[in-house]
């Protein structure tokens, strides 16, 4: 492919890319799961009292505190989901430096091998390895 025709086509302000819509779409799932979680699960605390008394003050405080302790349940997992996934992705950052510092010439081919696994041929895959 020659510079001229390397250029980057035009796109509008609505043109929808699959990386957008794959975070979209992931932020829609886990907020819609965790706010069926959430429901569910005070709903279950709530009938649970409510078929023990029915007296409205423990029915709302045991409402209350179970939507307190999934907030914060919630909030808890995803801090240690997030710092767990920063930490492997810190570690895997420092292992390929290491690699590359250690044996480039290694490297280069490793990833040539991985475009070239995309279907570029080996030339263009060394080609854009070494870019």
Known sequence: MSE?????LPTHEDEPHV???????????AGVLGA?????????????????TIASGPILTAGVAGLVAGAVSMALGEYVSVSSQRDAER?????????????PEEELEEL???YAAKGLSEQTAMQVARE
């Open 4 to 8: 001229e025709s390397a250029e980057v």
């Open 19 to 29: 990386e957008q819509n794959e975070n979209r779409l992931n932020r829609l799932r």
């Open 36 to 52: 069926n979680d959430g429901i569910v699960s005070v709903a279950g605390i709530v009938v649970g009292v409510a078929g023990a």
């Open 91 to 103: 570690s895997l950052l420092a292992k390929e430096r290491r690699e590359l510092a250690e044996d």
């Open 112 to 114: 040539a091998a991985i």
